[in-house]
């Protein structure tokens, strides 16, 4: 897999090309694959540019010294279920029936392994400052009892485990509406236990479920308002009480996933991605070679380039070339000079912050002149995330039988997991703070601190070798408050040593604003996304990405936006690897 992918940082004044992609992130560099795989266009006519010196926007991972092993600071794994990003990864099948021989879509070979989640009878919960074991509910029930915490929860949804608890809520919810019963009630059902609960229903069926579902219950003061018109901490309240929702959003371990965001896009993303028989992948080589295998399929085209350290300013059609429908306007972060380029169609692959970072005053954005795409940009919530890699001398979570997986707790760190160990060196990598929203502030005023974390030698990591990663290094008060957090969660059954060396990233930062995005309630989510696509029926200038998909925080997601994009405004024909009966949403 090679990662050496070549960025130009250069300038060339004058440029005139038919469509340039402004982003080199995962559908960026997707949508320029495409165009040019597939000899829409010749690569000299496509040109990638990014303010970056590094491309994958929020995909990064990274080999810590003495390390043999990726960790992941960005994305980090994906569904079998999201067709794209593992036939681009996998293969497509030779022939039916035998799916095992595959045939690769991409040049670059990568190595697709399974996400471990880890043992269950071993992870750890610790909510309220008590300590369990994540199996602790199905145990409790498998004898007839329910497991006492320190939520005090409804006597009807006493013994659900946050899980089991969110997929009552959204059977309850779905099987009180009649015009669902009507429609939909052989593709939901309740188990022979009171916790188990199946749903059925494909990404089609949703599409069709969430615009219409309607919230019946009598009393509640949402009775018979759409659940698209709800927030979900709103809704998850009205069902389970405001004690209910902390338990939820603890347990949980995303602050995420139960903000007051669009509950009818929450019920499909809750039961589809965070329920229990889930099977996640990654790559072997780092789930970052998704991009740079794009990336290097791309440039394997004569004249193709990827412009990096080059920030878009602005873009006029009021001074283009003759020929060419738009003229851009390039800050070279290098010399700090600007440099302007001609193209036809824009590309802007970008989440809602490098949107808005852009020239809010041209003709495209201008909030007096096109209201509808103001509002449009803004109709998905920006939800902070950060991590925190911290390389240890060896794995001691392995002393409590931890493999792999993670733990999760109501403190700010809210999950760490447990990356991996070299087995030459016995130096381990652990995500120490996978933090989102609400801890955001809570975090931000330590890693503003002005004193770093000081690296330390370890087997096969040298000081020098260490010392590179100083930009990198979270602030020496973080790492301790995440240390005795972690010395909390994990009890005193285990010394936990120090780390020799971190590497913090936070995605709040500029360009990109956030971690991952969620849609706002009351948004008309069918309406929006192919909007995006192409946002002024008279101006050759796409929007795609993950933010405006209905698989955010997913690469899947910024896959299928681009992919639509691609067959509804540029001419381009279904890829013959994607199964005719893919289903990609609005």
């Keep these: 897999m090679n990662k050496n992918t070549p960025l130009n940082s250069g300038m060339a004044p004058g440029m005139k090309i038919e469509v340039a992609i402004i982003g080199a992130g995962t559908s960026g560099l997707y949508s320029a694959y495409r165009l040019t795989e597939h000899k829409k266009y010749t690569a000299d006519q496509v040109q990638i540019f990014d303010m970056s010196e590094r491309l994958g926007g929020r995909l990064e991972s990274v080999i810590m010294p003495g390390m043999n092993f990726w960790g992941e ?59 369990f074991k994540q199996d602790a509910w199905n145990i409790a029930q498998r004898y007839g009892e329910k497991l006492q915490t320190r939520y005090y929860l409804n006597e009807d949804d006493h013994g659900f485990s946050s899980d ?64 698209n018109d709800l927030g979900f901490w709103n809704l998850i309240k009205d069902q389970v009480s405001q004690e209910g929702y902390s338990f939820l959003a603890n347990a949980g371990g995303y602050y995420s996933n139960t903000i007051n965001w669009n509950a009818a896009e929450a019920f499909p993303y809750m039961v589809g991605d965070f329920s229990e028989n889930i099977t996640y992948k990654t790559i072997d080589e780092g789930y970052d070679s998704i991009a740079y295998a794009l990336a290097n399929q791309y440039m394997g085209h004569d004249g193709a380039c990827i412009w990096s350290e080059n920030k878009l300013l602005t873009f006029t059609r009021d001074h283009a070339e003759k020929g060419y429908r738009y003229e851009l306007t390039f800050l070279n972060l290098k010399t700090n000079k600007r440099w302007k380029a001609y193209a036809n169609t824009l590309i802007l692959a970008m989440p809602r912050k490098s949107l808005e970072l852009l020239d809010q005053d041209n003709f495209f954005f201008n909030v007096n002149e096109n209201t509808v795409l103001d509002k449009n940009i803004r109709s998905i919530i920006m939800e902070p995330a950060f991590k925190i890699l911290m390389g240890f001398k060896h794995p001691w979570w392995k ?36 933090g989102d929203m609400e801890t955001e502030t809570f975090w931000k005023a330590l890693s503003d601190d002005k004193v770093l974390f000081k690296v330390k030698a370890a087997k096969s990591a040298s000081l020098n070798e260490l010392k590179s990663l100083d930009h990198v290094q979270a602030t020496q008060l973080m790492v301790d408050e995440v240390m005795s957090q972690l010395r909390e969660v994990h009890g005193k059954m285990v010394a936990i040593p120090d780390p020799y060396v971190t590497y913090f990233r936070d995605w709040t930062d500029d360009p990109f604003g956030a971690g991952y995005h969620a849609w706002k309630a009351g948004v008309s989510v069918k309406d929006v996304m192919p909007y995006m696509r192409k946002p002024d029926a008279n101006e050759q200038i796409h929007i795609c990405g993950e933010a405006y998909s209905d698989q955010q925080g997913w690469v899947e997601g910024a896959f299928c936006e681009a992919e639509k994009m691609l067959q509804e405004h540029f001419g381009m024909k279904r890829p013959v690897w994607l199964s005719k009966g893919y289903y990609m949403g609005w």
């Design 73 to 131: 600071l960005g994305g980090m794994r994906y569904l079998t279920s999201q067709e794209i990003v593992t036939t681009l990864i996998e293969g497509y099948p030779v022939s039916e029936p035998d799916l095992s021989k595959r045939t690769p879509v991409l040049k670059d070979k990568m190595t697709p392994v399974d996400f471990p989640m880890g043992n269950p009878a071993e992870l750890l919960f610790y909510l309220r400052k008590q300590h």
């Design 399 to 434: 002393q409590l039988g931890l493999d792999s997986g993670h733990s999760i707790t109501d403190l700010p760190i809210r999950q760490c997991y447990y990356f991996g160990t070299d087995p030459v060196t016995d130096n381990s990598m652990l995500l120490g703070s996978y």
């Design 164 to 227: 089991q608890l969110f997929n009552k809520i959204i059977y309850e919810v779905l099987t009180a509406d009649p015009w669902f019963v009507g429609n939909y009630s052989d593709k939901v059902s309740k188990g022979p236990s009171q916790y188990d609960f199946s749903f059925m229903l494909t990404s089609r069926d949703w599409d069709e479920v969430k615009p219409k579902l309607t919230y019946h219950f009598k009393g509640s003061p949402y009775d018979g308002r759409k659940v």
